[in-house]
């Protein structure tokens, strides 16, 4: 069977919080988001030349309001709806106004099986603006690779597999078995646009952002460590997406990865795998962790860095390296 192509990018994410101030100034001063919108309910930040990425809406309770995936038009749209209805899902197509709050052409809204609020869309706007960052960062990269990945913590990942994989059309980039299951999606050159931890707990467990430059990263989490309690995962680099970053508590409870780096894979090419050598190459001690499993953590990073693991040179970069490394090949 031809794999599913109607999904394109993580466009945007939907967050619902009683603390929309601390959202504003966590999301500008820190991410080096644009807000756009300061109306009473409602908060709303650009990442590029879209008109809104994160959309942070009043609620009662804090968590995922919606998580918005791309599509390319509305004949992919309908494709789409008319596969997950089949399948027993029930689809709501949003209504013209809710379209607009969204910026988009179209969008159509389910439940995932677990219950996780899902928004299809094609055709977002683009603002008649320029992204003006909030603090001086070369940019957030998006583009093709979309807004970044989102993260959910779930009851039972394999349970959630078939829906994912079968019917929505992610692509399975690599998935871990122990000690819980952890399967990691892609949708373009992202590594991951998307993962499930299987960690028998429900809601949004992180999304990711990236920007251009190391520095961006750097310069961001100085400013994180100058807060209390704000960092929640040491700088580090990711084991199979090779992302530099950082993570920090939101005002929500969650976390937001900031990074750079991340590796561009070719989706026709790549096989999905089974990893073994742990999420973390070095660095990414998880400050909020109980002692023994943060200790098991720190025990896998070691093992895998004796072993030698780390993410290849990008050679073009790094002329000396590229020096020793075809002398190294000659032998
Ligand atoms: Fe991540």
New binding site residues.
């Given amino acids: 069977m031809e794999p599913f192509t109607e999904l394109t990018a993580l466009g945007y994410i939907g967050v619902r919080s009683s603390r929309l101030d601390e959202w504003g100034d966590y999301a500008t001063r820190l991410l080096g988001m644009q807000a756009v919108d300061q109306a009473s309910t409602i908060r709303a930040f650009r990442m590029d030349d879209r008109k809104q990425r994160l959309i942070v809406q009043h609620g009662p309770e804090e968590g995922l309001g919606f998580i918005g995936w791309e599509t390319t038009s509305a004949a992919a749209l309908d494709r789409l709806a008319t596969r997950l209805e089949a399948h027993g899902i029930a689809v709501r197509r949003a209504p013209r106004a809710l379209a607009d709050e969204r910026h988009v052409k179209e969008l159509i809204q389910f439940l995932d099986p677990a219950g996780n609020p899902l928004e299809v869309f094609h055709g977002a706007a683009i603002a008649d603006t320029p992204f003006r960052p909030s603090r001086p960062i070369s940019g957030f990269r998006t583009g093709p690779f979309g807004m970044g990945?989102a993260?959910l913590n779930v009851e039972d990942a394999t349970a959630l597999l078939p829906f994912y994989r079968d019917v929505l059309g992610f692509h399975v980039s690599d998935y871990g078995l122990t000690p819980y299951a952890l399967y990691f999606f892609h949708l373009n050159g992202r590594h991951h646009s998307f993962a499930m931890v299987g960690s028998g707990k429900r809601g949004v467990h992180?999304f990711?952002v990236e920007f251009c430059q190391l520095d961006d990263v750097g310069q961001g989490y100085d400013l994180a460590l100058l807060e209390t309690n704000r960092l929640a995962y040491t700088l580090g680099r990711h084991t199979n997406d090779h992302m530099t970053s950082y993570y920090t508590h939101t005002p929500s409870g969650f976390f937001v990865?900031t990074g750079w780096g991340g590796r561009t894979i070719d989706p026709p090419t790549w096989q999905p795998h089974e990893t073994f050598d742990g999420p973390s190459l070095w660095g990414h001690d998880r400050l909020y962790m109980e002692p023994e499993p943060r200790a098991k953590l720190q025990t896998m990073r070691l093992d895998a860095a004796a072993r030698g693991i780390r993410a290849p040179v990008v050679l073009p970069d790094c002329p000396w390296a590229q020096t020793i490394f075809a002398s190294a090949e000659k032998g």
Avoid: A, Y
């Fill in positions: 990945h993260v992180h990711m990865e």
